[in-house]
């Protein structure tokens, strides 16, 4: 059975796990202090030098709207692994000085560790530990634990790679930066087979010398989310069972594949019940690439829920090899997925169920099987290594230089209280680095903010846990300064900038005294805010049932000509809002047929043209829609339609719109919760405007729901991080992973010829300014894409703007911005040209003015 780990949840806060519902960083510049090497009092490595800025756990006052993280989000759904058996062996280890033996990480007690050489000359870093567990496994994420006293040698820089035979290493699994704390953590990474996994810590946490250590070191095994994979059709499938009820229900095997949860297999237990154990076997009739079985419990009853399984594979239906997945499932009634330690060809897939999850007899029922198998990246797109971040990526936000602002709250794992301070991190997209750095200087904790994108690039954050606060990043100058603060205290407040470069907010009433957040507006000339007192947040407000505290957060603004802004959402009730002397507010129709859709986002893939997904009609604890809406707005009109929907019901999802105008959504959950990742959706999905379908792209290996991101890129690429924040809980996500659409890939996974922008993109441009741009190679379309600020779901500054153009001659073009800044609105911009096939270039920035 699957081990119980309640006294390590605080250990894995950092789990990737999935959720049993269906259905891997970066580095950071430190440098390294290169004292004389002494023993420290109490032995265990040299004697420790100051941290400069360390991060350490800080207690604070609590906000009376602290979250509390649901009791299974305590507990990581992958198994910490058995190690029983292991070896583990180290580039090097401290003998001499103290018992800095490998060994100690496997020996159950905090108090011993591994320790790189440290006396005489110290061995320079970087330092690996390799663990040997003897026989191949699904692994998805080392927990690394660091020693108990003292600070020196804790990881900073890491990366994490596996192998099957010890001797062939692939490309790291996993890069990224750890913060410079005690606190056990978690470093997650796509499942997948493995005999040995090796930790390479590339620089110490703090800079205090060129030392590694390690209290103890553990593996989490199979959390049911096979990265990069796609269902595989079930049509000509078949399925047998080594027995089936018949006599007293329909219980036959070829219910699981009917597409029906009301139907179920299950085995004889009619007069003499069959003995487990019980088989079902799928057919393929045909050789395919299998990856992982998903099994869908019957909903109607708790018997035969399959319990300790193992999974075995035939390419002629007869002879079956060695298991490729052994595990035991939990006793509910969530979908779990197997992932196999390698990807098979396969014709038949056998499940043989050993016990029943409950122990309630000897049976064994299911009502869906299915399979699934490697995705094409030309058609699903891939996934990169998982970036391990110092913090939850709670906010982000794209910045010029090909690099990506995050932060969290007060600390790097939890949030609560109004501390005066912020814990941020940048990854240069560049290098793959990330830097670490607490904000003070502002007296903002800037979590659950409202974000603004400003007309010069700067990054406007509003609100929060310090609800007036109001705080200024400038990308040119890293650095961050305070404004004044809001007439309004807000939380889960909604921003945009407007057409005039002022910027507009509106709701917020998680901080501060709940009721009626009228909006207001900033001024970059006088850095003040000016109320409107005829913008009531009212009209814009969802029936949540919990009131104000809940119905006026995170809404969808978009803004157009003349200072003007339609809130499309989540209230089915769309409004116009005027922003001149006292504002109003007036109502712009319903969404169509839509319900309330809080926690669902909108997304502008054209001029004038918006896509909503998702969301559900409260906060949370209601079940998502899998609804998506199309809204047009022509001048004073707005038309609102409903398109294809999802193949996934999602609130908490993130979604982003390409350069080619499709728009992609990722993570989310089918009933959201705060903090948990129960009934998480793990499959991307692709809308296209052209055909109003959406389509599959490849799965993700973590979960992605309350607190996730997701960012376009500056090479097209999509950014998807965080999710938790939740203190000593196991679903905290303090990681990201870049996702590479379709238009960019060939089958084979090979990056496809791309357009280059060469000469002609200056740094700042007027709106209406014709630019002559040259390229490498002909294309046929320009597009700018407003660099965005994601949270919450909700990114209000990104916006698509297609640019009309014309050739002049072999590789050059007239391309002009439009001159309406209700489309083109002010800010910073990537632009790209796309070829005949969809494929955009590498984007070069622009600000619009």
Not at 6 to 11: E, T
Not at 273 to 288: M, V, Y
Request: proline share 8%.
């Amino acid at each position: 059975m699957r081990r119980r780990i309640r006294p390590l949840a605080g250990a894995l806060r950092r789990s990737p796990l999935l959720i049993s519902f269906a259905l891997g960083s970066t580095l950071v510049g430190l440098t390294p202090w290169l004292g004389v090497a002494s023993t420290a009092p109490g032995g265990h490595g040299p004697a420790p030098r100051p941290a400069p800025g360390a991060f350490t756990q800080q207690t604070a006052k609590q906000s009376p709207h602290h979250g509390v993280a649901p009791a299974e989000a305590m507990e990581p759904t992958a198994p910490v692994l058995d190690r029983t058996g292991w070896t583990v062996t180290a580039s090097d280890q401290e003998t001499v000085g103290e018992n800095g033996r490998a060994a100690n990480v496997l020996d159950g007690d905090p108090a011993t560790l591994w320790h790189s050489k440290w006396t005489g000359t110290p061995a320079p870093l970087p330092h690996s530990i390799t663990l040997d567990m003897h026989r191949t496994a699904v692994v998805s994420a080392l927990v690394y634990r660091p020693r108990a006293t003292g600070t020196n040698g804790r990881v900073g820089e890491y990366s994490i790679s596996v192998s099957a035979d010890g001797t062939h290493w692939g490309s790291p699994v996993a890069t990224g930066t750890l913060a410079d704390d005690g606190s056990a953590k978690t470093l997650g990474f796509a499942p997948q087979g493995a005999r040995f996994v090796r930790l390479t810590a590339v620089s110490e946490a703090g800079g205090r010398g060129p030392w590694s250590s390690a209290a103890e070191l553990d593996l989490l095994g199979d959390p049911g989310t096979p990265a990069a994979t796609v269902d595989l059709p079930r049509t000509g499938w078949t399925a047998t069972a080594g027995d089936e009820e018949t006599a007293r229900e329909n219980g036959r095997a070829a219910n699981v594949l009917d597409g029906d949860a009301a139907t179920i297999w299950h085995s004889r237990w009619s007069g003499t019940p069959a003995p487990l154990p019980h088989t079902i076997t799928l057919d393929l009739h045909r050789t395919t690439a299998v990856s992982a079985l998903v099994y869908q419990p019957r909903k109607d009853g708790p018997n035969g829920r399959a319990g300790t399984y193992s999974i075995t594979t035939s390419t002629d239906g007869t002879t079956f090899g060695a298991p490729v997945s052994t595990g035991t499932w939990r006793d509910d009634d969530t979908v779990k997925t197997a992932t196999f330690t390698r990807t098979v060809n396969a014709r038949s897939v056998r499940l043989t169920v050993t016990r029943e999850a409950g122990d309630r007899g000897p049976w064994t029922s299911a009502a869906e099987m299915r399979l699934s198998g490697p995705a094409d990246p030309a058609v699903h797109g891939s996934w990169s290594r998982i970036t391990g971040f110092p913090l939850v990526p709670v906010a982000t936000a794209v910045l010029p230089g090909d690099k990506l602002l995050a932060w969290s709250a007060y600390a790097v794992d939890r949030f609560g209280g109004s501390n005066g301070y912020t814990q941020t991190a940048i990854l240069d997209l560049k290098t793959g680095k990330v830097t670490q750095r607490r904000i003070d200087n502002t007296g903002h904790d800037m979590f659950c903010p409202g974000i603004a994108m400003l007309a010069d690039g700067r990054v406007l954050v509003t609100g929060g846990s310090n609800a007036e606060k109001a705080s200024i990043y400038d990308p040119a100058t890293d650095s961050w300064s305070a404004t004044t603060s809001m007439n309004i205290a807000r939380g889960y407040q909604a921003m945009t900038l407007l057409s005039t470069g002022d910027a507009f907010v509106l709701g917020g009433s998680w901080s501060g005294a709940a009721g009626d957040k009228a909006g207001e507006v900033w001024s970059p000339d006088t850095r003040t805010w000016r109320r409107l007192p005829g913008v009531s947040a009212v009209p814009a407000m969802t029936a949540d049932p919990r009131g104000a505290y809940r119905a006026d957060n995170h809404m969808w603004l978009y803004a157009t000509s003349g200072g003007k802004v339609l809130q499309l959402g989540p209230s089915k009730q769309m409004n116009w809002i005027t922003t001149t002397g006292d504002g109003s507010i007036t109502s712009a129709g319903p969404r169509a047929d839509s319900q309330d859709a809080m926690t669902g986002n909108a997304v502008a893939y054209d001029i004038g043209k918006l896509l909503t997904l998702g969301g559900s009609p409260a906060y949370e604890n209601t079940p998502a829609t899998r609804r998506a809406y199309t809204v047009d707005i022509a001048g004073d009109q707005v038309r609102a339609a409903r398109t294809g929907d999802m193949d996934h019901a999602r609130a908490f999802g993130n979604s982003v719109v390409l350069p080619d105008g499709k728009v992609a959504v990722f993570g989310g959950q089918a009933y959201p919760v705060p903090f948990s990742d129960a009934t998480s959706v793990l499959t991307p999905e692709i809308w296209d405007p052209a055909t109003g379908r959406f389509t599959p792209l490849a799965t993700m290996a973590i979960p992605r729901n309350y607190h996730s991101v997701a960012n376009l890129l500056p090479d097209g690429r999509i950014f998807s991080g965080g999710g938790g924040l939740c203190g000593d809980c196991a679903t905290n996500h303090a990681d990201g992973a870049v996702f590479t659409p379709p238009y960019l890939l060939n089958t084979d996974g090979s990056a496809k010829p791309r357009p280059v922008i060469t000469d002609g993109v200056p740094p700042r441009a007027a709106a209406g300014t014709t630019l002559t741009i040259s390229t490498e190679k002909p294309v046929t379309s320009f597009v700018l894409m407003r660099a965005a600020a994601a949270t919450h779901s909700t990114d209000n500054d990104q916006r698509r703007v297609p640019l009309t153009s014309s050739p002049t001659r072999a590789g050059t073009y007239k391309v002009t911005i439009p001159s309406d800044k209700g489309a083109a609105l002010p800010g910073t911009y990537m632009l790209f040209a796309l070829d005949a096939h969809g494929v955009p270039s590498v984007a070069r920035f622009i600000t619009v003015y």
